[in-house]
């Protein structure tokens, strides 16, 4: 069983078989072979839409589909009894009985190819891999439970810097590292790759330790580490570093992670071509300590501990974990707000691996984006003090990129584009909406963003407590508003830096409502006391209420129900999803 459908086609519609493959389907002429058949036949009963479903086994509990999602029927005729199309999946036993044809036009064609491709998703059997997942020989190990071990004691004896500070624990600190050492070198022979950086890494714990525990410095390990140089599919990578990780641990504790590459081919080319990005490194959980038992889906480099910062070539992103974590949340966001899907989406949120390579492609594009366009400041903005909102455009406009380059990706029959897009748009609206609290939350804040201006141009329904999309028109307008924010990016090329920060405010504030107290808002509306203008941009930066755009009741209302679920991915793997 394939990532995509496998599909025997039988019928004599002109273009289906080309169609499908266009939508990432694996059309073969051996039915014996096919997920799912596409055949010629007899029209029984039609429900209210039209068409005959089957539910067959294993649709209990699954997100309700929308077999009509981007069809127009307006351009389908009815087909006679005996000129219907019945597609049925080979193992589940479902099947769909379509009495439509398209007609000569092209659009009609479109909408037709479609309704199969929606049916076939449908019928075809939902992958749940990964979720079932064979544990890694190297987790396996001796070596790697009693360094594990080793590790989760040591974290004990050390306070937030990454010290040992108590004599009293020098001992018992020393004869834990001896065991980390021993791990390392139990488990480099089977990670020849990685040779050079683990000698380094057991010099910088010898060295820790000689030097009486103080604070920890890795520098030379850490720069000897170049993951990225190797990105091969399922290589295997271990880290032993004082490091603290985002958005999850603070402190500089020793961790200890095994993880893989994820890099398919497909992911390869993008690279190759118009997506390259050298720094990228897509990965995966085998096993980890405390600190990943947490939010934190990123390995970066910089939050080792070390003496200085070097410029880095790296960058890791655990898609396992963001595949986990969105499949989970957005199953039941779905639930929630009564979300009708379309079927190729309610696949990706059953799959697990083709949603971890999804967002690698996502993140493929997301990343190189922070270096590309018209940019009116340094994209590395971590280090500047700023307004939160002005890091939730950026994030979003490398987003929206994404999703960009997804549509484009997509009229070219890239077999995962479509699937960025779902990803982007339901991540954005339920997950990063609602994760977190609401200080300076500027993940949050592109999200509310996204749906709010969603909402007000007509693709995107509260209605009679159901949420529903126009998915044939919501590109569009995800599109304009990545338009939006790469204009105020074009115009503030030529713009000082609070006239900038002004007009970011203003592209925001008139799709979300600001806080009553705002004085941003009260700048807007003419009173030009309320912000102290004529001082340094730090006035403008401290006036930015912590919560300066509030959720809206609908987002209230969901995070209230939500809440469990969102908490309930801390920690969250393809094993646990």
């Known amino acids: 069983m394939g990532i995509f459908p496998t599909v025997s086609v039988r019928t004599t519609t002109p273009g289906l078989r080309e169609a499908l493959a266009h939508r990432g389907c694996v059309v073969t002429d051996a039915p014996e072979l096919a997920d799912v058949l596409v055949e010629a036949g007899q029209a029984a009963e039609t429900n209210r839409d039209g068409i005959t479903v089957s539910s067959g086994s294993g649709s209990d509990g699954e997100p309700a589909e929308d077999l009509f999602a981007r069809v127009d029927r307006a351009l389908l005729t009815p087909a006679s009894p005996s000129e219907g199309l019945v597609v049925t999946g080979s193992a589940t036993g479902r099947s769909v009985t379509l009495p439509f044809a398209p007609t000569a036009d092209d659009a009609s064609a479109r909408s037709f190819a479609e309704l199969v491709h929606n049916a076939v998703c449908h019928v075809a059997v939902r992958p749940t891999r990964r979720q079932a997942v064979t544990v890694h020989p190297l987790v396996q190990t001796a070596a790697w439970a009693d360094l594990k071990a080793a590790v989760t004691d040591l974290r004990d004896l050390q306070i937030a810097d990454g010290s040992v500070p ?9 004869a834990l590292v001896g065991r980390v050492v021993t791990g390392i070198e139990a488990l480099a022979p089977s990670l020849t790759h990685d040779a050079d950086y683990l000698e380094a890494l057991v010099k910088d714990f010898g060295r820790w330790a000689d030097g009486g525990f103080e604070v920890p410095d890795f520098y030379d390990s850490i720069v000897a580490f170049a993951p990225a140089q ?7 990578h271990l880290v032993v570093f004082p490091m603290y990780t985002q958005n999850g641990n603070p402190n500089r504790q020793v961790e200890a992670v095994l993880l893989e590459v994820i890099w398919p081919e497909f992911i390869a080319d993008l690279e190759a071509g118009d997506y390259s990005n050298k720094l990228f490194l897509p990965i995966r959980f085998l096993d980890f300590t405390a ?6 889906a990123v390995l970066f480099p910089e939050t080792v501990a070390m003496r200085e910062v070097p410029a880095f070539t790296w960058g890791g992103i655990f898609a396992d974990r963001e595949a986990a974590r969105f499949r989970r949340v957005v199953t039941e966001a779905a639930a929630v707000t009564r979300l ?7 696949r990706l949120i059953a799959d697990q691996e083709l949603a971890e390579r999804t967002f690698v492609m996502w993140d493929l594009i997301h990343d190189r984006t922070h270096m590309h366009g018209d940019l009116p400041f340094d994209p590395f903005m971590i280090k500047q003090r700023m307004p939160y909102f002005l890091y939730s455009l950026e994030e979003l406009r490398c987003d929206l990129t994404a999703f960009r380059e997804a549509v484009a990706l997509e009229a070219d029959g890239h077999p995962y584009a479509r699937s960025v ?7 954005r609206i339920f997950r990063f909406a609602i994760t977190g609290d609401r200080t300076r939350n500027y993940d949050g804040l592109g999200g509310q963003l996204l749906f709010a201006w969603l ?8 209605t009679d407590n159901r949420l529903s999309i126009d998915w044939a028109d919501v590109a569009e307008p995800v599109l304009e508003l990545g338009r939006a924010v790469e204009e105020l990016y074009w115009r503030s090329i030529d713009r000082p830096k609070m006239a900038h920060w002004l007009a970011a405010y203003a592209l925001i504030s008139s799709v979300l409502t600001p806080h009553p107290l705002s004085a941003w808002a009260r700048n ?20 930015v209420l912590p919560d300066e755009f509030p959720l809206s009741m609908f987002y209230e209302a969901l995070s209230k129900k939500m809440k469990g679920v969102i908490e309930s991915t801390a920690g969250i793997t393809a094993a646990s999803a």
Not at 291 to 296: I, V
Not at 421 to 427: R, S, T
Not at 455 to 462: D, E, P
């Open 166 to 174: 108590e004599p009293g624990d020098h001992a018992r600190a020393a």
């Open 230 to 236: 190797h990105r091969v599919d399922g290589l295997p």
């Open 291 to 296: 600190g990943y038992d947490t939010n934190s």
């Open 340 to 346: 009708t899907l379309p079927p190729d989406a309610a």
């Open 421 to 427: 897009q779902y990803a982007v748009l339901f991540d």
């Open 455 to 462: 909402h007000q141009r007509g693709v995107l329904h509260w």
């Open 524 to 543: 807007q509306a003419g009173d030009l006391s309320a912000l102290p203008l004529d001082g340094p941009p730090k006035g403008l930066t401290d006036a």
